[in-house]
C-alpha cells in the first residue's frame, strides 16, 4: 500500500511539471531594454499561462541608422499610428539577420485595428529563412492565428546562408481595389483575392510581426501610396 501511494504521488508530480516543461522547449531569450523608439507602440502575444504579461523592458528595439535594430525577448507587433492607411497601397520593410534565426519568422501586418483592445485585428505575413518558407495569417482576438495560407516554401526567399547562417529578405504587401498581393524580394509569392482574407480588414494600422528570440536589422520600412 505504501509503494502504491509512492507511485500515485509520483505520477501526480509528474502530470503537474510536464506543461511546465513543454514551456520550457522553446524559452523565450532574456533581453534587457530601454523602452521604444519615439512613436512606435508595441502588443505582445498572449503570455503562457502561469507568465505574467510581457513589458517594453523585455525587448531592445531602437534606431540605428539607416533604420533599426531589434533584441527579443517575447513576440509581439509593433507599429505607428501615423502609418495608419486604407484604400490601395503598399507596406514593405526589408529584413536582415547575421545568423540563423532558427525556427522563428518575422515580417509586417496591415489592416490592424484595436491593437491596445481586446479586439486586436491584423493581417501578417512572415518569412523564415531557416527553411525557405513564408505564412500568411490573420489574428483576431486574442484567439489562435487563422491560416490563410500557411507555410509554404518559395524560391524567392533568401534561406540562411550555409556559412553563418545570415539572410536578407524583402517582404511587401500590395493592396488593390479587389486583390492583396505578397511579394518575396520584389517576386510575388501569393495573390489573394479580398474574400480570401478569413474576413480580415486591409485598411488601419501596418507595422512589423516580431516573434520571440530575434536579433534583426530592419531597413527602408514604411508605406506607399
Same mark, same amino acid.
Given at each position: 500500500m505504501?509503494?502504491?501511494?509512492?507511485?500515485?504521488?509520483?505520477a501526480l508530480?509528474?502530470v503537474?511539471?510536464?506543461?511546465?516543461m513543454?514551456?520550457?522547449?522553446?524559452?523565450?531569450t532574456?533581453?534587457?531594454? *530601454?523602452g521604444?523608439?519615439a512613436?512606435w507602440?508595441?502588443?505582445?502575444?498572449?503570455?503562457?499561462?502561469?507568465r505574467p504579461?510581457?513589458?517594453v523592458?523585455?525587448?531592445?528595439?531602437?534606431?540605428?541608422?539607416p533604420?533599426?535594430?531589434h533584441?527579443?525577448?517575447p513576440?509581439?507587433?509593433?507599429?505607428?499610428?501615423?502609418d495608419?492607411?486604407?484604400?490601395t497601397?503598399?507596406?514593405?520593410?526589408?529584413?536582415? =539577420?547575421m545568423?540563423s534565426? =532558427?525556427?522563428?519568422?518575422?515580417?509586417?501586418?496591415?489592416?490592424?485595428?484595436?491593437? =491596445?483592445?481586446?479586439?486586436?485585428?491584423?493581417?501578417?505575413f512572415?518569412?523564415?529563412?531557416v527553411?525557405?518558407t513564408?505564412?500568411i495569417?490573420?489574428?483576431?482576438?486574442d *484567439?489562435?492565428?487563422? *491560416?490563410?495560407?500557411p507555410y509554404?516554401?518559395?524560391?524567392?526567399i533568401?534561406k540562411?546562408?550555409?556559412?553563418d547562417g545570415?539572410?536578407?529578405n524583402?517582404l511587401?504587401?500590395?493592396v488593390?481595389?479587389?486583390?492583396?498581393t505578397?511579394l518575396?524580394?520584389d517576386?510575388?509569392?501569393?495573390t489573394?483575392?479580398k474574400?480570401?482574407?478569413?474576413g480580415?480588414?486591409?485598411?488601419?494600422l501596418?507595422?512589423l510581426?516580431?516573434?520571440?528570440?530575434l536579433?534583426?536589422?530592419?531597413?527602408?520600412f514604411?508605406v506607399?501610396?
Amino acid at each position: 500500500m505504501k509503494l502504491a501511494r509512492i507511485a500515485l504521488g509520483a505520477a501526480l508530480a509528474l502530470v503537474a511539471v510536464s506543461p511546465l516543461m513543454a514551456q520550457e522547449k522553446d524559452p523565450t531569450t532574456k533581453v534587457a531594454g *530601454a523602452g521604444l523608439p519615439a512613436g512606435w507602440m508595441v502588443r505582445f502575444d498572449p503570455a503562457r499561462p502561469g507568465r505574467p504579461a510581457s513589458t517594453v523592458a523585455e525587448v531592445n528595439f531602437r534606431v540605428m541608422a539607416p533604420g533599426w535594430h531589434h533584441n527579443s525577448g517575447p513576440a509581439g507587433i509593433y507599429y505607428r499610428e501615423a502609418d495608419a492607411t486604407k484604400g490601395t497601397y503598399t507596406v514593405s520593410a526589408t529584413f536582415a =539577420q547575421m545568423k540563423s534565426m =532558427q525556427h522563428e519568422a518575422y515580417g509586417i501586418f496591415i489592416g490592424g485595428s484595436e491593437l =491596445q483592445g481586446d479586439k486586436q485585428n491584423y493581417l501578417y505575413f512572415l518569412v523564415k529563412p531557416v527553411d525557405g518558407t513564408f505564412l500568411i495569417n490573420h489574428r483576431s482576438s486574442d *484567439a489562435k492565428p487563422v *491560416a490563410v495560407v500557411p507555410y509554404t516554401a518559395s524560391d524567392a526567399i533568401n534561406k540562411d546562408a550555409p556559412a553563418d547562417g545570415a539572410a536578407k529578405n524583402k517582404l511587401s504587401i500590395t493592396v488593390g481595389k479587389d486583390d492583396v498581393t505578397f511579394l518575396m524580394n520584389d517576386k510575388v509569392v501569393k495573390t489573394l483575392k479580398k474574400t480570401e482574407l478569413d474576413g480580415a480588414s486591409t485598411d488601419g494600422l501596418v507595422g512589423l510581426r516580431l516573434n520571440h528570440n530575434l536579433d534583426l536589422h530592419i531597413v527602408e520600412f514604411g508605406v506607399k501610396k
